[in-house]
């Protein structure tokens, strides 16, 4: 079971407690996520470049993927740049529009992160277990992205 209060305490003082460049402290909570949660095996950060309409890949930890730049509305994350919504992916398989980037991913959330409103980029998880995000892990990576929001923007 994982104890989501206690990754958001830990998250948080990652984010505050550094003085790094505001992706080097958004790398660092990617590589706890992911050593810490045993169903986030790949954890990235996109940020929205909104006058070229693309996605740029920040921060990560996990297996180097091709997919750095994402076109808004191309695959899971474009999606997510469109429509602010979460999206929750209980198979890849089943998505028209997913963007493969290892095939051992089986299911994925993005969650938006928001700056005064505007949609400024996500927060990506793949799992390489099928149905394996819940919306325990929606609500604790909302409560993540507005602390990022609030301390690193």
């Known amino acids: 079971m994982v104890d989501y209060s206690a990754l958001l305490a830990h998250c948080k003082e990652l984010i505050t407690s550094t003085s790094k460049e505001r992706y080097a402290s958004m790398e660092e909570v990617c590589v706890y996520l992911q050593k810490e949660v045993a169903h986030y095996d790949w954890v990235g950060f996109y940020m929205a470049n909104h006058e070229a309409q693309t996605l740029h890949l920040k921060a990560f930890a996990g297996i180097p993927t091709d997919h750095t730049v994402i076109p808004f509305g191309k695959g899971i994350c474009g999606q997510v740049a469109v429509s602010n919504e979460n999206f929750l ?11 493969a980037c290892d095939i051992h991913v089986k299911s994925e959330i993005v969650i938006p992160l928001f700056v005064q409103g505007k949609n400024m980029g996500q927060i990506d998880i793949d799992s390489n277990k099928i149905n394996a995000f819940s919306t325990e892990d929606a609500q604790f990576l909302e409560q993540l992205n507005a602390a990022i929001a609030e301390q690193l923007f």
């Open 89 to 99: 992916v209980d198979d890849v398989s089943a998505q028209d529009n997913y963007i």
